[in-house]
């Protein structure tokens, strides 16, 4: 019995460590599809002959290694830029995510008074002497975002407010006012003079042009990549890549982050 007990246990010991080996196999493959997947999708924006990809974050599949790799690239132009939007996008990207307006300035508020130096404060922003008076440990950078990250620390920043935020924002666009060509939706709505019908117009002809293959790659901007690939099960990978196309010969692109 003793000895059918120590088979027993070697043989479910070695069929566990079988399908830890497979499972660990699979997820590193799956990784080198999803690699390859961002890889692909920069060919593709570096390529002037073939058909550009859309830059909107409308996802489409690439094909590799008899998968099927879900990609979406998104160009930073169409975000709301943390280091350069005014104060009247900002308040108006808040009320799209849900705040009222008296949140909705301080919100904006905060976010200048994070990223300008100097101790003044605007009436409903937000300096050091603040964030320590509700015990947190930092104060504002009195500088540019390094990433959007950093958004987190702002006072009032709760992570629901976050998580809706996120696809919305960037610091690599540069520019005061987003894009519309590239926009999302809750950026198209912050944008003025643009209300939801004309917003859904808007995301309506961007699909169209897309469908016959008239999105456009533009050099000098930044593009975030994202893709997928999942395998039968529950086993999945994906990647993530901030990227901008130089269009220099020696060095095409600049990568920003990479994971």
């Known amino acids: 019995m003793i000895f059918a007990l120590i088979a027993a246990s070697v043989l479910t010991t070695s069929r566990t460590e079988t399908r830890l080996t ?15 997947g961002v890889n692909l999708a920069i ?9 550009a990809p859309p830059t ?13 790799v879900v990609v979406a690239i998104q160009d930073e132009a169409g975000k709301v830029d943390l280091n350069t939007a005014p104060e009247e996008l900002l308040r108006q990207l808040f009320s799209t995510a849900g705040l009222d307006l008296d949140a909705s300035q301080a919100m904006a508020e905060r976010i200048l008074d994070w990223r300008e130096p100097g101790l003044l404060k605007r009436p409903n922003g937000a300096k050091a002497d603040d964030y320590r ?21 702002v006072l009032g920043m709760i992570p629901a407010l976050y998580d809706r935020l996120v696809p919305s924002l960037t610091v690599y666009s540069q520019n005061p006012w987003p894009n519309p060509d590239f926009a999302g939706l809750d950026v198209l709505r912050s944008l ?41 099960g529950a086993t999945r990978a994906g990647k993530r890549a901030v990227i901008r196309l130089t269009g220099l010969a020696a060095a095409p692109y600049l990568v920003y982050f990479w994971n």
């Open 133 to 153: 008076a509700v015990g947190l440990p930092y104060g504002p950078r009195n500088a540019p975002f390094e990433s959007v990250e950093e958004a987190r620390l």
């Open 192 to 232: 003025p003079g643009i209300g939801d019908d004309q917003a859904d117009a808007i995301l309506r002809e961007r699909a169209a042009r897309a469908a016959a293959g008239q999105s456009s790659v533009l050099r000098g901007h930044a593009f975030t990549i994202t893709d997928r690939v999942e395998e039968r």
């Open 43 to 51: 060919l593709q924006l570096l390529d002037p002959a073939g058909p």
């Open 56 to 68: 909107d974050a409308t996802p489409f599949t690439i094909d590799f290694a008899g998968r099927q």
């Open 22 to 36: 497979r499972y660990h196999a699979q997820k590193a493959e799956l990784g080198a599809v999803a690699e390859a």
